[in-house]
């Protein structure tokens, strides 16, 4: 799966941005997908999946953070609200089993994309 990240960018403290993945190379159906994110210095840490209908969220961005599906446009996208400071990340966009999502070990990686949340 061939994984294109975009959205990227500088947002104020209380704000929202939306962050999209385009997917192509395989059945879009056929793959669960998520964002992670990462802090230099740190792991990249799993911030939320799609997967068969059901999502998935770090519990750092539950009730912030929205990922839905668009398989029309083989898309993903994560909206984000009450953007703080500690979002501030490299976004990775990813592909896989569900369960190697959730665990840290997608299949598939995109390009990452910058967020910065300006206080």
């Known amino acids: 799966v061939q994984l294109q990240a975009s959205g990227g960018g500088l947002v104020q403290t209380g704000g929202s941005r939306r962050l999209s993945c385009a997917a192509s190379g395989r059945p879009f159906g056929s793959y669960a997908m998520g964002w992670f994110r990462q802090v230099p210095g740190k792991e990249r840490e799993f911030v939320a999946a799609?997967?068969?209908?059901?999502?998935y969220y770090a519990d750092s961005v539950k009730g912030r953070f929205t990922i839905s599906r668009d398989s029309a446009k083989n898309t993903v996208h994560l909206q984000m609200n009450n953007l703080k400071p500690e979002d501030t990340a490299v976004y990775y966009c990813?592909?896989?089993?569900?369960?190697?999502?959730?665990?840290?070990?997608?299949?598939?990686w995109g390009q990452g994309t910058l967020v910065t949340v300006s206080s």
């Open positions: 990813a592909a896989g089993l569900a369960s190697a999502l959730v665990a840290g070990s997608p299949g598939s």
């Open positions: 799609h997967s068969d209908g059901n999502t």
